[in-house]
């Protein structure tokens, strides 16, 4: 498919990359990370930078005898300096360097999209996909590029034809700090290849239909990461009454009815994401499983929701509890343990005996093994037992190679199950 045409205008005001690059000195830990191939070089860990350079140049990184060490994207507005593209070796930064890396990341999720059940995920996964600080998804013949640096700016025009060979649109978004600072008059949402979509742009996830709004939604439209373990609890779903919190999208919720869940109640904290979640249990209404399901939704902030129900001995064979990262920074760790800890009582509360309990994580700074143990703790100061079903990470779109990339935690836990 050819691409309905390229929008040059939005483009055009974007500077051209810097041709001078930027040669840097580092302290000797950060060079060890660097060769031992961490993607992040923060502004305290440069000794020395040959000159003042906007964001997008090419930075060369050289150790003590001035030999290369690596090449990275310059970013002057950030503490992460540099993020870096290539260590070892002498390589060219090009086009040719930018297709190559599209290919390989395509290549890695070719096992995910052959069969044609799914056709949205994510193409490439920032620094673990050798392009730090881009985030692209597809939504069936839409790619939805996210920006969160400014160094990426001056290198769309030669990224953005190569994403959009063979699609149909390609929208552009922004991250907060990106939108913040100079654009070169690119905005949030702005469509720069094809029309501009009429309404969500419909994809398959697994064989069931979903809509992404790609220009106003959350992150790029969906929350693809959480694909796998969606399907999982449809498979563990028939005949269940399901609760879902922070459903956003409706995703568990509508692979559960999917699965034969009797029931479906999905909460979430906004209207227009219960609308969504609604709207895609709709698209999959053709279903028998899905037409039987009575689904059931509501409004409300999802501590509230579970107390109150807790407090009305309202219980669920499968409850999910899906929420957003409560540790953006170092310091609010403290905080987002503790509401791991309350969502795990309120869940256990919630969740009859022998049911399954699905509760996640998406914050980076709690490791895996932390997240796991509070929540067994929880159960025993509360005196569940509990039988672990699976715990899950990443899927196959979301590599993570690198300590920091790591984030998604997901246990899956038989509360009291009987003997």
């Not at 580092?26 to 906007?54: N, Y």
């Not at 310059?74 to 503490?79: F, G, K, M, V």
């Not at 009815?257 to 009797?262: E, F, I, L, Q, V």
Request: charged share 25%; proline share 6%; hydrophobic share 40%.
């Amino acid at each position: 498919m050819e691409p309905a045409g390229t929008h040059a205008a939005p483009l055009a005001a974007v500077p051209d990359p810097e041709d001078k690059r930027v040669a840097v000195r580092v302290t000797p830990d950060a060079l060890r990370h660097i060769r031992g191939g961490h993607p992040w070089v923060f502004d305290r860990s440069i000794t020395s930078a040959s000159h003042e350079a906007p964001p997008g140049a090419l930075a060369v990184v050289f150790d003590d005898r001035r030999r290369f060490a690596a090449i990275g994207l310059w970013d002057p507005t950030s503490p992460l300096r540099i993020r870096i593209l290539h260590a070892g070796d002498p390589e060219t930064v090009d086009v040719g360097f930018w297709g190559s890396r599209l290919a390989q990341a395509e290549e890695r999720r070719r096992a995910l999209v052959e069969d044609g059940s799914t056709t949205g995920f994510r193409w490439v996964n920032g620094e673990s996909d050798g392009l730090p600080g881009l985030i692209v998804d597809r939504y069936g013949t839409t790619a939805v590029v996210k920006v969160y640096s400014a160094a990426w700016l001056p290198h769309l025009p030669a990224l953005v034809p190569l994403v959009a060979d063979g699609l149909e649109r390609v929208v552009l978004r922004l991250s907060r700090a990106v939108a913040d600072g100079p654009t070169h008059d690119l905005v949030d949402g702005q469509v720069l290849v094809g029309a501009a979509p009429e309404g969500p742009v419909e994809f398959l996830e697994h064989g069931l239909t979903f809509g992404a709004d790609v220009v106003h939604g959350q992150k790029t439209g969906h929350f693809l990461d959480q694909r796998d373990n969606r399907t999982l609890v449809g498979s563990l779903a028939a005949g269940r009454d399901v609760l879902d919190v922070f459903a956003c999208t409706g995703g568990f919720s509508v692979h559960a009815a999917a699965g034969g869940a009797r029931s479906v109640h999905t909460v979430d904290l906004s209207e227009p994401a219960i609308a969504t979640s609604a709207a895609n249990m709709a698209r999959n209404r053709h279903l028998a499983n899905v037409a039987a399901c009575d689904h059931t939704t509501e409004v409300g902030d999802a501590f509230r929701v579970l107390e109150r129900h807790a407090a009305a001995d309202r219980r669920w064979d499968v409850v999910v509890i899906d929420p957003p990262s409560f540790a953006p920074r170092q310091d609010a760790v403290g905080r987002a343990l503790k509401a791991y800890a309350r969502l795990t009582a309120l869940g256990l509360a919630v969740t009859r005996r022998g049911g399954l309990l699905v509760q996640s994580s998406c914050s980076s700074r709690i490791d895996a093994d932390t997240f796991h143990r509070q929540l067994r703790d929880v159960a025993r100061r509360q005196g569940h037992g509990l039988e672990e079903v699976a715990r899950t990470t990443h899927p196959i779109d979301h590599p993570a190679t690198f300590p920091e990339a790591w984030y998604l935690k997901t246990a899956f836990v038989r509360v009291d199950p009987r003997p």
